[in-house]
């Protein structure tokens, strides 16, 4: 057997081999990635669907949709539409779907829900011609509006909720134009969002940063019992830390009565249901999530780097921005990133320490999905968010990337 021939076989046996062990290992994983497939990623996965799911009116109003197909969106539809809309309510007398389509189509008009019940409780009494028939006994069947937004929403997918998520809606012509005033809420909360994340992650940044660096650079003993205390709010429930600061920062609190006593103000001030204690709640929640990737990166900087820098004459704060900060910006960057990431989607510390102003995503999420049981919205609003956490994390991967690339 020839060399070459003897090295070939070796090769396959070796692919066999690494074969064979990527396979037990993929039957090792298995278990644990259905898992997170079933109960994790379908989910999610239908959850997010559902800002797009348009089952009510497609499903409920085939037949004026069919005959909506060719309407030039300006005038009243023909005899055609009045006559399939009147058979599409007849049909769904006395059964659930009509209160689903009703509302549904009131997401898109006001006041269409009940136009939907009372139309379909005349719709067995209904004569030929139908046109004439609707509009006297029932109005708003006369304003190409209602019109506009069945067939709008002639499609099995809608944009709707995303439109809305933009306070944008479409119109009866099919055009996109912004929400009215009283509508437009949600790119205000958007930008609430934001800022509020920025603001609890710049100050955790601030107080975290001093604190991971002697925790990195004490001894031992010392770094042991410093972590014990940062990780020590983990044992406690999210609901009671918050719960906590409504006591400490109410008028009568704990505060308060120290800032009193200490001459520093005269009468209690509004620490609590306001931004300022939701502000310093969530600094407080949030904090060992800057703190921990912060440590494992400064502890892994030599301490003589800044004494080498002294002795060379650089002053401390030279020697700091030039020496020490350069190698602990991954620190900052991961942890910030967590901060802001999580701070975006939070929900239980707004709720119960902020005030009405100062509620974020999370709680709309809750609203939709609990309150109102508008999952289209609900999804929406976490489509969205899930959208803007996916492009922070990419533009932390490409700049991570670039970063490493120059430094090769």
């Keep these: ?10 090769a396959a046996l070796v692919r066999k081999a690494e074969l064979r062990r990527e396979r037990r290992l993929l039957a090792i994983a298995a278990p644990a990635i259905t898992f997170v497939l079933v109960f994790f990623v379908l989910p ?11 089952p ?5 109003l085939p037949r004026t949709l069919t005959a909506l197909h060719q309407w030039d969106r300006t005038t009243l539809p023909d005899e055609q539409a009045f006559a ?6 007849r049909a769904l007398r006395g059964k659930p779907e009509l209160a689903m389509l009703a509302r549904r189509l009131n997401y898109d008009v006001s006041g269409f829900r009940s136009v939907i019940i009372r139309s379909g409780r005349l719709a067995e009494q209904g004569l030929p011609p139908y046109r004439k028939w609707l509009i006297a006994n029932e109005p708003a069947w006369g304003d190409v509006t209602y019109w506009g937004a069945i067939r709008n929403e002639a499609s ?3 944009d709707f909720y995303l439109l809305a998520a933009f306070d944008l809606r479409r119109l009866s012509n099919g055009s996109i134009a912004p929400a009215s005033n009283e509508n437009a809420l949600f790119r205000d909360l958007f930008a609430r969002t934001f800022w509020i994340s920025f603001t609890v992650t710049v100050l955790c940044l601030i107080v975290g940063f001093p604190v991971a660096a002697v925790i990195a650079h004490a001894r031992p003993k010392v770094a042991n019992l410093l972590l014990i205390l940062v990780l020590l709010p983990f044992w406690s429930s999210l609901l009671v830390r918050a719960t906590a600061w409504i006591v400490l920062l109410q008028d009568e609190g704990l505060i308060n009565q120290a800032l009193i006593a200490l001459g520093l103000i005269a009468r209690p001030i509004r620490l609590v249901f306001n931004r300022i204690g939701l502000t310093i709640a ?15 990166v400064l502890r892994g900087i030599p301490q003589g780097q800044m004494r080498a820098a002294a002795s060379l004459g650089a002053k401390p704060v030279i020697a700091f921005l030039r020496v020490y900060l350069p190698q602990a910006l991954p620190g900052i960057v991961a942890g910030s990133t967590l901060v802001f990431v999580i701070s975006l989607g939070y929900y239980v510390a707004p709720a119960l320490v902020g005030g009405p102003r100062d509620q974020m995503i999370g709680y709309f999420v809750a609203y939709f999905t609990n309150s109102t049981v508008n999952w289209g919205m609900a999804s929406a609003l976490g489509t969205l968010l899930l959208v803007i956490v996916a ?5 932390l991967a490409r700049t991570i990337g670039l970063e490493r690339l120059r430094a090769q």
């Design 44 to 54: 999610i996965g239908l959850f997010l669907f559902r800002s797009v799911d348009n």
């Design 84 to 89: 399939a809309l009147v058979a599409d309510l």
């Design 282 to 296: 969530m600094t407080h929640v949030l904090l060992p999530f800057m703190i921990l990737p912060l440590y494992s």
């Design 391 to 395: 492009l922070i994390y990419a533009a």
């Design 56 to 60: 009510e009116v497609h499903g409920s």
């Design 1 to 10: 057997m020839s060399r070459s021939t003897t090295g070939t076989s070796i």
């Design 156 to 158: 099995p997918l809608t």
